[in-house]
């Protein structure tokens, strides 16, 4: 078994590199995370900040990132390095990337994309643990009658990322299922 240790509340193999890259956003400092094989994690930063190290991968999302929260872009084109997680939680998380920008799912319509409307819960707890928030962008599953739940950036951040996303859309809080 593998040692590991935890940076930024996130587990790491101690024999694998992580590289970061620290892009402050509008919502806060974001900490890219990432492998030689790809994307890690981002997390939002409390307390001090991390001295970078980038590869390619952090550079790119960097680049990305910069272009979403500027209105330029509406999807991602990253490599992710999910090594580590169930399989459920990866097909969970491919699921995500499908929902278009400026759209919204609920949790119940997320757990029809898996197959079955029984893992309602499981699809929702994967949710929760996305390591890779906005680029596998979690924020756009809402409950079932509009309302903005769960979101690991917290529920104010999941509303500036939908608001971002479709201005016109949201309203008193609410957020309406396209799909």
Not at 9 to 14: A, G, K, L, Q, R
Request: charged share 25%.
């Amino acid at each position: 078994m593998k040692k590991s240790a935890l940076y930024l509340n996130i587990e790491v193999p101690e024999s694998e590199t992580i590289y970061i890259e620290i892009y402050k956003s509008m919502i806060g400092d974001l900490c890219i995370g990432a492998s030689d094989l790809g994307l890690r994690y981002i997390k939002l930063i409390k307390g001090k900040t991390p001295e970078p190290i980038p590869n390619e991968h952090t550079s790119r999302a960097l680049m990305q990132l910069t272009e979403y929260f500027s209105g330029e872009r509406n999807e991602f084109n990253l490599d992710l390095d999910l090594n580590g997680y169930t399989d459920f939680s990866v097909r969970v998380w491919q699921k995500l990337k499908n929902i278009p920008y400026g759209k919204t799912i609920s949790y119940f319509q997320l757990a029809k994309e898996m197959g079955d409307v029984k893992c309602i819960r499981a699809a929702a707890s994967a949710n929760g643990r996305n390591p890779i928030p906005i680029i596998i962008p979690c924020h756009r599953v809402i409950g079932s009658d509009g309302s903005l739940t769960g979101f690991a950036l917290g529920l104010d951040i999941k509303r500036q990322l939908l608001t971002l996303e479709n201005p016109i859309k949201y309203k008193d809080n609410q957020i309406s299922l396209d799909l």
